[in-house]
Structure formats: C-alpha cells, structure tokens
C-alpha cells in the first residue's frame, strides 16, 4: 500500500487527543513535531493533513514512550490515548527490538517455549507500514466482539442460529445464511479471528477451541474436497490454524468486487500468516495480556 494512503487510514483511527499526543511525542525533533516555547504539546491536528509525517513520527520511540506514560505509573496507563494507539504503539515497539533480536519464543504446549531463530522473517513482515497497520486493525477490532443471531434453511424449514466473532466454527455458518456478495466480508472476519485466537490466544487454541468435531465443520466450510479435509484433520493444531486463517483471508481477497489497496494488503497477509501469527504471539507475550493490564481476556469454552 502506498504510504500515503497508510499514513491516511491511520488518521481516521486516531483521535484529536491521539494527534496531539503524537505531536509532542518527538520533542525536538523539528521535521515531525515540536513543543511550544511554554513547553506545551503543539496541536497535532495538521497531521491529519500530512499522512507521510504522521507515518514517521509513529515510527519514533518517544510514541511508545509516550502512550506508556510514567514508568512509575501506578497502574496502567497514565495518558488518554485510544486502544487503537496503543495497539500501534505496541506493534511499533515490537518492529524495533526485533532489529536486536535473532530468535523469538514459539509455543509448543501450555507454558513451554523453545527459541526459533526466525526473527528476521518478523522483521521482514513488520518492515512493511501496511501490515503493522493491519495487526493495529485487527487488534482494535476485537476490544468490541459482536455478536447475534441470522437464519437459514435446513431440510426446508428456517432455523435461527447465533454467531460470535470469537466463535469460528459459528461464525463460519454465515457463508451458508448471506448471498454471495456478503461472503467475501465473512471469510475476512474468519481470517480473523483466526488470526486472533492463534496469535494472541495460542494455548487456548490449540487446547481447547478446536476439537476433531469443530476441525471438521470448518474444513467443510473452507470447501476443501474430502480427501484433503481428512489428511488436514489430523494435522496439529497451531499448522491447522495456520493453513485455515491463510485459506480464510485468500478467499477473502479472491472473492473480493474491487483489487483495493486494502484487500491486497489481505491477501498478503495470506501469504504471510504464520509471521503475522508470531508477531501476535510476541506482542501478547509482552504487553497484551500483561497481569497489571491485561487488554483481553480469554474467550470462553
């Protein structure tokens, strides 16, 4: 995605009290934000009219500095930014002690790590604005889980059913209640949530939201011949998410009206799902789910 265009779809995320938290992140640093000579936040309102300035400064470690707050907070955070500020700052933070990283834990049961030297594979997928952009995305977008109920027919009679968008195995019935244009919309939000189980929740999804039975009903709703359905259900869990979420956002993309520069960046992200999953382990490791701050909580059996 052009940077330009990112820098933009930042700016209708942010608050006014985000930009002017921004602004006075970098200090003295004159080609992206200054102080007034009281020493006062400048307004940071002319970012939104400069969406390249708006992406360097997030780039600066002062932001991450600054949506923190004192380190001797007493709890929390101490500075009104936006969840979705927060989220950038954390993804950005991640970006930069990758540089001085070259392995990164990998979760291959409840509480047991072993080191993975793939850090220059997150490194590469951070390296791109536009899919640090996506994960800010999608971290904001499950603070609020929606939720209902929709109908559809079964053995000519309609049925009501509910969905949540933690649930995937529900979720994934919408493809079979919505008309065509609609599904490219509901293989997004599988991408999803998938991504989001398995990133932020990945003891929880390898555990306990997936048994041989959910497995099933979403190799189906994926439409994968049986054959391939049954090799794939015996695969581990973490590899079964993987390959689902990346099938999930390549529908996404392959169904999708318009190549806009959004969904292209989906279907990139496709291509990348594992990394885009690390990532997300990562971030959860250090600062999503934190015990004196913990920004989500565990979805329920």
Known sequence: MDP?????????????????????????????GQVSEAGDPVDGSGLRRDPEALLRLLEHPGVFRAVLGPADAAQGWAVPASPFLVFVAFVQQAAA?????????????????????????????????????????????????????????????MRTRRF??????????????????????VYRRLGDVTLFLAGVFPDYATTRALGPLDAGRLLRAARLPSSE???????????????????????????????????????????????ARRVLNLLADRYLLTADKPWFEQPSS
């Open 4 to 32: 330009i265009l990112v820098g933009r779809e930042y700016a209708s995320h942010l608050t006014d009290v985000d930009l002017r938290l921004i602004a006075s992140a970098a200090g003295g640093a004159p080609d992206i």
């Open 97 to 157: 002690e990758l540089t001085a990283m070259d392995h990164v834990p990998e979760r291959t049961g409840p509480r047991q790590r072993v080191p993975l030297f793939d850090a220059h594979a997150l490194r590469e997928f951070l390296g791109e604005p536009a899919r640090r952009l996506f994960l800010a995305e999608l971290l904001a977008s499950f603070t609020q889980v929606a939720s209902g109920r929709y109908q559809v027919r079964v053995g000519g009679r």
């Open 164 to 185: 949540s968008e933690l649930d995937p195995v529900r979720l994934a019935g919408l493809l079979d209640a919505v008309p065509p244009a609609e599904q490219p919309g």
């Open 229 to 275: 359905q049954e090799h794939l259900a015996s695969t581990p869990a973490m590899e079964l998410w993987e390959y689902l979420g990346a099938r999930w956002y390549r529908a996404a993309h392959d169904l999708a009206p318009a190549a806009t520069a959004r969904i292209v960046v989906v279907g990139d992200v496709a291509d990348r799902f594992r990394q």
